[in-house]
C-alpha cells in the first residue's frame, strides 16, 4: 500500500492542489480583464516582442493555404516535362513560381543551387509565371517548350547567363540550348501557364519568387536559411 498523510493519499493532495492553483489562475485572469490589466500586459507584451506578431500572422496564412496545399500537392509537385532538378525521386520537393524578369528571382539562383549540391534527397520543380510583360511570357513559353525537348535546363541557365529575357537574350538561349529560337504555341503549354497562374494566386502569391515546401508557402526571396529550415521542416513531418 502507499504512504498517505492524515489519511489522505499524496494523489489526492496533488489533484487538490492543481485544482486549486488552477481556480486561482481564472480568479485572477477574470479580475484582470475587468480592471483592464490584462490588455495592457498583452499590449506591452507585443512592443517587448514584436516578433510574437509576427509568427502568430505566418501561423494564420500557412494555415489558410493547408487546403489548397493538400487539394493540389500532385498538381504543384509533378513537374512540366523536364522543368526539375536535383533529386528524381526525392523525399522533400521544392516548388519556384518565377519569372525570368525577376530580379529577385535572379538573386534566388545561388541559394538553389546551395540547397541542390548540398541535399541530395532534394528535388526542385520550376513553375512558369511570367508577370513582369511580354518578354517575360515569351521566355516562358520557351522554357516550356524546351522543357518539352529535355533541355528545360540547358535553356534555363542559357537565359540566365544572357542576362534578361529580350529578343536577343532569347535567340542566344535557344541556340545555347539547342532549341528553336521561335516562341512555341501549343495547347499543353498554354494549359500549364493557365494551371500556374491558378495556383500562383490560390497560394496568395504577391510577386515572384514564391516558394511551396511541405505545408509552408514563402513569397519573396527569403533567403537560404528560411528555405533550409522549411526543407527540414518537411522531412521531419514526413518522418
Given amino acids: 500500500m502507499s504512504e498517505t498523510t492524515r489519511g489522505r493519499s499524496p494523489w489526492g493532495a496533488a489533484l487538490m492542489g492543481a485544482l486549486g492553483g488552477t481556480l486561482l489562475t481564472l480568479i ?121 525537348a529535355g533541355k528545360f535546363l540547358a535553356f534555363h541557365d542559357a537565359l540566365y547567363a544572357a542576362g534578361h529575357p529580350d529578343e536577343a537574350g532569347l535567340t542566344s538561349a535557344a541556340k545555347a540550348a539547342g532549341v528553336p529560337a521561335a516562341v512555341p504555341q501549343s495547347p499543353d503549354i498554354e494549359t500549364e501557364l493557365k494551371r500556374n497562374y491558378q495556383l500562383a494566386q490560390e497560394l496568395g502569391a504577391t510577386g515572384t519568387p514564391l516558394f511551396v515546401i511541405g505545408d509552408q508557402v514563402f513569397n519573396g526571396a527569403v533567403g537560404y536559411d528560411a528555405l533550409k529550415k522549411a526543407i527540414a521542416d518537411a522531412r521531419a513531418r514526413r518522418s
Fill in 28 to 148: 485572477f485572469l477574470v479580475l484582470a480583464a475587468r480592471a483592464g490589466w490584462l490588455d495592457r500586459y498583452v499590449r506591452e507584451t507585443m512592443v517587448r516582442d514584436p516578433d510574437i506578431l509576427i509568427a502568430a500572422s505566418e501561423a494564420l496564412k500557412q494555415k489558410q493555404f493547408a487546403p489548397t496545399l493538400a487539394a493540389n500537392r500532385a498538381a504543384l509537385e509533378t513537374p512540366f516535362a523536364s522543368s526539375w532538378e536535383g533529386a528524381r525521386d526525392g523525399d522533400v520537393t521544392l516548388v519556384e513560381f518565377y519569372d525570368y524578369a525577376c530580379g529577385y528571382c535572379r538573386a534566388s539562383l545561388p541559394v538553389l543551387d546551395r540547397l541542390i549540391k548540398e541535399d541530395p534527397k532534394l528535388k526542385v520543380v520550376y513553375r512558369e509565371f511570367p508577370i513582369l510583360g511580354e518578354g517575360s511570357v515569351a521566355a516562358s513559353r520557351m522554357a516550356l517548350g524546351a522543357s518539352k
